[in-house]
């Protein structure tokens, strides 16, 4: 699978955390649509065809993952979890211990239904 050649380019600290985070979005969200956008070292889960269907991305770099949110600065973060000075998108920086938060969840929750919101209005 493209994916998993892609991630090999990365250490291994950075390659258990992509792990993580696709097993977490996949088991939290199973109806997500993965595909890679290499040129652009991401992997995109969406919900539906085009920009409005994104709903995350794994944006991976030699330190560290980040959870993006499309048009994540539009959602409620009760837990203060997203980061990031984009005025529209808005990341999470990955740890082992993140995916213990429930506020995380419940973000990426939040996040796929503002999603289904966005294209069910298409």
Request: charged residues 20%.
């Amino acid at each position: 699978m493209a994916i998993d050649n892609f991630i090999t380019r990365y250490t291994q600290p950075v390659i258990e955390l992509l792990q993580a985070a696709r097993a977490f979005l996949l088991n939290t969200c199973p109806e997500l649509v993965v595909e890679l956008d290499e040129p652009s070292r991401l992997i995109v889960y969406r919900i539906a065809a085009g920009n409005e269907g994104i709903v995350f991305t794994l944006i991976p770099s030699r330190t560290g993952v980040k959870l993006g949110f499309y048009r994540g600065r539009a959602l409620l973060d009760p837990g203060g979890l997203m980061q990031g000075s984009g005025k529209v998108h808005a990341t999470v920086p990955l740890t082992s211990a993140v995916f213990e938060n429930p506020h995380l969840k419940g973000l990426v929750l939040f996040a796929m239904q503002t999603a289904r919101d966005r294209n069910s209005r298409r």
